[in-house]
């Protein structure tokens, strides 16, 4: 018996001037595997919750500042915290898109501060550690109709340990069914050389867990991860204003 239960909200506010937005989601996950000749079942429970801000003021000729706050719960992917904080600079060709038929693309880039606690011991050996991160992203936006697709390109890692690098690329195709009504796919790929999250092999294979336990829990370190999904939303207001 497998359960998956979770949600999220969204809300933004664009203004020529400024933009908000605020995101939070969580996720509930139960599974069960019968005992056999009358064992016991075995039952694993985990929750994942994540939150992110971003405040971004405009400048001139396309120019912006924001600052960017993150909160993340994962014990699957060995982290009981995750907490971000940073700031970054931008370049939009179209800062504030009036409507969804208006095409853009813009260049960021963001530095700022990590702290991260783990489950156990990570490829470090350590419980907890604060680091700084920097990143370089590029994001298109382009309407071909009655489909609105954004890319995103992005390259991150450790300012001070470039081994713990990822570069990931992003693409969603989003049809516009009805007013504020989108269908919409999204394909994703990204490689990691190294995590910061991984575990210690030997604390991890000290780590004694149940069948149940290490389905729910086992993580995804991998260098390669590829995946995509489809999804149906309905978006009140300016669509355009999220993007």
């Known amino acids: 018996f497998f359960l998956s239960v979770g949600a999220n909200v969204g809300v933004n506010y664009s203004h020529p001037s400024w933009r908000v937005q605020v995101k939070a989601s969580a996720n509930y996950q139960r599974l069960v595997i019968p005992g056999e000749n009358g064992a016991p079942d075995d039952v694993a429970d985990i929750f994942q919750a994540d939150g992110r801000t971003v405040v971004t003021r405009t400048i001139k000729g396309g120019w912006s500042v924001a600052v960017i706050g993150m ?4 014990p699957a992917n060995n982290l009981n915290a995750d907490g971000h904080l940073s700031g970054g600079v931008e370049w939009c060709l179209v800062p504030f898109r009036e409507n969804s038929e208006q095409n853009s693309i813009s260049v960021r880039y963001i530095v700022g501060g990590t702290y991260e606690n783990y489950a156990v011991p990570n490829v470090l050996k350590k419980m907890e550690q604060a680091f700084a991160v920097h990143a370089l992203e590029t994001y298109l936006v382009w309407w071909v109709n009655p489909i609105d697709i ?8 450790v300012v001070d340990k470039p081994e713990f690098t990822q570069v990931g690329g992003k693409v969603t195709f989003n049809w516009n069914i009805f007013q504020g009504l989108k269908l919409g796919t999204t394909f994703g790929l990204s490689y990691r050389h190294d995590l ?20 729910l829990g086992a993580g995804n370190y991998g260098s ?13 207001g300016n669509e355009s204003l999220r993007q």
């Open 196 to 215: 910061t999250n991984r575990p210690d092999p030997e604390a991890a294979a000290a780590k004694a867990l149940t069948p149940a336990q290490q389905v």
């Open 224 to 236: 390669f991860i590829f995946g995509g999904n489809l999804s149906l939303s309905y978006i009140f």
């Open 150 to 157: 954004t890319a995103t390109l992005s390259v991150q890692s």
């Open 71 to 74: 909160l993340t719960h994962d």
